[in-house]
């Protein structure tokens, strides 16, 4: 099982949440799932943890150097 089709979607949807939040400040996730399949929603919950670990590991990346 490839894994790709699910890392587009987080490329994709990440690259949506951002704009969002630049933009508007919050992301309204119900508002903006229409249309979503149930795998890419949960993706969508998912990626504020997964950005908050992305920078916490730059940070102790940044602190080793």
Known sequence: MSLQPY???VRRITA???ACVSCFG???LEAESKGL???QRLLCLEIPKL???L???R???ARTE
Do not use: N
Request: aromatic share 4%; charged share 40%.
């Open 7 to 9: 890392i587009e979607d």
């Open 16 to 18: 949506h949440v951002r």
């Open 26 to 28: 919050a992301f309204d």
């Open 37 to 39: 399949t149930p795998e």
């Open 51 to 53: 950005l908050a670990e």
């Open 55 to 57: 920078d916490a590991q």
């Open 59 to 61: 940070s102790d990346s």
